[in-house]
């Protein structure tokens, strides 16, 4: 818990020198900022934190306080203004909330999947933006396409399916960035963890599971010439919420 504690303060020293983007998004959403004054987003936030509490091994609010981080990050690396940056890694907090209805089981299964099985887990990204289908502000529709686009790649291929390219949102195609990179990075019951720089390459010439060129080409290429502040990012939020998870009370 010590050698923990001591890893989250220098990690956090760090990020503090590198500019802290990520606490400005932080701020603004997860932890007590002004976006989840509002009563809808409060309760999906509430959502994220329950479910992680009542089932810490499929790690919902881990994955998605890490994908946020990082794509604070890579929006500053592309020259986003201060609020865009925070708005869109905000929102990106919630581009997995469609799977809180789906089965545990099958989300945190070790083995390969069924197809049928398959197809249901692709329909979170249907589910997530239908919950938000009744807010009309302009942070909803940032988060309704972070989470209905952010599978689509860029090359055409993912889910839903319908687009390609630009034509997919700008904020989907940043989040699918930090989406593989946190998968990459992040031990799963089916695969084991990998470390930053294979996840890079992974990502930058591709593999059995994401071939080469589903990616935004030029987001990419924002990530890889910020690799130390993506890396940090990404290490600083594991370590907040490993500190986080450990101040939770046992699962009844």
């Not at 071939?211 to 990419?220: E, F, K, S």
Request: proline residues 6%.
């Amino acid at each position: 818990m010590v050698n923990t504690m001591l890893a989250v303060r220098d990690l956090a020293r760090a990020h503090s020198v590198l500019g802290d983007a990520t606490a400005a998004a932080s701020e603004a959403l997860g932890y007590g900022g002004a976006s989840h004054d509002q009563p809808f987003w409060a309760f999906m936030h509430q959502a994220l934190v329950g479910a992680e509490r009542r089932q810490p091994s499929l790690d919902l609010l881990g994955h998605s306080r890490r994908v946020e981080a990082t794509t604070a990050r890579l929006c500053v690396a592309l020259g986003m203004s201060r609020p865009q940056a925070v708005e869109i890694a905000a929102a990106s907090l919630f581009h997995d909330i469609g799977k809180l209805s789906l089965p545990i089981a099958i989300l945190t299964r070790p083995g390969p999947l069924r197809p049928d099985e398959r197809r249901l887990i692709n329909q979170h990204c249907e589910i997530g933006a239908s919950l938000m289908a009744q807010e009309a502000s302009a942070f909803a529709c940032v988060a309704r396409n972070i989470a209905l686009w952010h599978h689509q790649r860029f090359d055409g291929s993912g889910y839903p399916g319908g687009l390609a390219g630009r034509d997919i949102p700008a904020e989907a195609r940043i989040v699918a960035i930090a989406d593989v990179y946190d998968a990459l990075r992040s031990e799963r019951p089916y695969k084991p963890a990998q470390g930053h720089d294979n996840a890079v390459r992974v990502m930058v010439y591709g593999d059995e599971r994401l071939p080469q060129g589903a990616l935004d080409t030029t987001i990419l290429q924002a990530l890889c010439d910020c690799q130390l502040d993506i890396s940090v990012t990404w290490d600083c939020a594991a370590l907040r919420h490993l500190a986080w998870r450990m101040e939770q009370p046992e699962p009844a």
